[in-house]
């Protein structure tokens, strides 16, 4: 599965962006996809994640109630709205597909190239 991220950008803190992620190749509908992050300097961390239904969904804590993850299937894209941004949501965002819902990077096997969110306070 080829992955491509866009939506990133600069906002201030407490504004709103919304991350998109294409897919592209085989079945890109039956597995289930995921949001991490990468700050300069920290480890790479769950964000999000959705079933291939759309049924399900994690979050981390740090995020929950502020950020919500969905799919268009017919669209093959994902979505990361994020809401309420705070400066320390400054990070590298990607997204991911897995064969099963997850939120440990070594359960997903597919990664898009990343995109940059800069929330400035």
Known sequence: VQLVESGG?????????????????RTTSSYAMGWFRQAPGKEREFVAAL??????TYYADSVKGRFTISRDNAKNTVYLQMNS???????????????????????????????????SS
């Open 51 to 56: 079933s291939w239904s759309g049924g399900t």
């Open 85 to 119: 941004l705070k400066p320390e949501d400054t990070a590298v965002y990607y997204c991911a597909a897995a064969p099963f819902i997850a939120a440990r990077t070594d359960e997903y096997d597919s990664w898009g190239q990343g995109t940059q969110v800069t929330v």
């Open 9 to 25: 950008g600069l906002v201030q803190a407490g504004g709103s962006l919304r991350l998109s992620c294409a897919a592209s190749g």
